[in-house]
T-cell receptor, first 114, second 115 residues
Framework: AQSVTQPDIHITVSEGASLELRCNYS??????LFWYVQSPGQGLQLLLK??????LVQGIKGFEAEFKRSQSSFNLRKPSVHWSDAAEYFC????????????FGTGTRLKVLA | EAGVAQSPRYKIIEKRQSVAFWCNPI?????LYWYQQILGQGPKLLIQ????????DSQLPKDRFSAERLKGVDSTLKIQPAKLEDSAVYLC?????????????FGSGTRLTVV
């Protein structure tokens, strides 16, 4: 069965510092992968997605992610974090059940220090 | 384009009471999902509709949860009777036909507290 692991529950970075959030997946074929962000009291907003082609994908708000098949990883990065990036970040993979349901990781909560 | 609308935003009920949540997806989106997000966990799919038919309800606790999507547009999710462990955020999402692999659009969710 597919699974998604986000090893870091909490991450704290200083404003202006670089950021990398880790995501590892378990999937037999080439996965559809996503990163979503959830601000307090809000729904999930799509940051970026990967399902084929260039393994480095660009998203909104200056985020990017790199798909590495050999490591079963899809880590999210941002070169310079802004205070408004403080939120919870979820990695997800589409299930291979044929129904396109998502399997989400448990999330990483990002805190940004001024 | 209008987003996915959900109501209410918050609900507090006592255990054993019933509650209902409403979702209006983006116009033209054939697929509608209800996810449950318990504090500290990622969202978990409860039920998926394609138009007004159920595609996947394998993780829906059918002894207490029910959902319907009449006319393939709006949907309601009901819990009866509620338990303490049902306290969570209930997220509705939708995607266009054949477009789920491009990403869902989520509503803001309904935060349910069962006391």
């Amino acid at each position: 069965a597919q699974s998604v692991t986000q090893p870091d529950i909490h991450i704290t970075v200083s404003e202006g510092a670089s950021l990398e959030l880790r995501c590892n997946y378990s999937y037999g074929a080439t996965p559809y992968l996503f990163w979503y962000v959830q601000s307090p009291g809000q729904g999930l907003q799509l940051l970026l997605k990967y399902f084929s082609g260039d393994t480095l994908v660009q998203g909104i708000k200056g985020f990017e992610a790199e798909f590495k098949r050999s490591q079963s990883s899809f880590n999210l990065r941002k070169p310079s974090v802004h205070w408004s990036d403080a939120a919870e970040y979820f990695c997800a993979v589409v299930s291979d059940s044929g129904t396109y349901k998502y399997i989400f990781g448990t999330g990483t909560r990002l805190k940004v220090l001024a | 384009e209008a987003g996915v609308a959900q109501s209410p935003r918050y609900k507090i009920i006592e255990k054993r009471q019933s509650v209902a949540f409403w979702c209006n997806p983006i116009s033209g989106h054939a697929t509608l999902y209800w996810y449950q997000q318990i504090l500290g966990q990622g969202p978990k799919l409860l039920i998926q509709f394609q138009n007004n038919g159920v595609v996947d309800d394998s993780q829906l606790p059918k002894d207490r949860f029910s959902a319907e999507r009449l006319k393939g547009v709006d949907s309601t999710l009901k819990i009866q009777p509620a338990k303490l462990e049902d306290s969570a955020v209930y997220l509705c999402a939708s995607s266009p036909p054949g477009g789920a692999h491009y990403g869902y659009t989520f509503g803001s969710g309904t935060r349910l507290t069962v006391v």
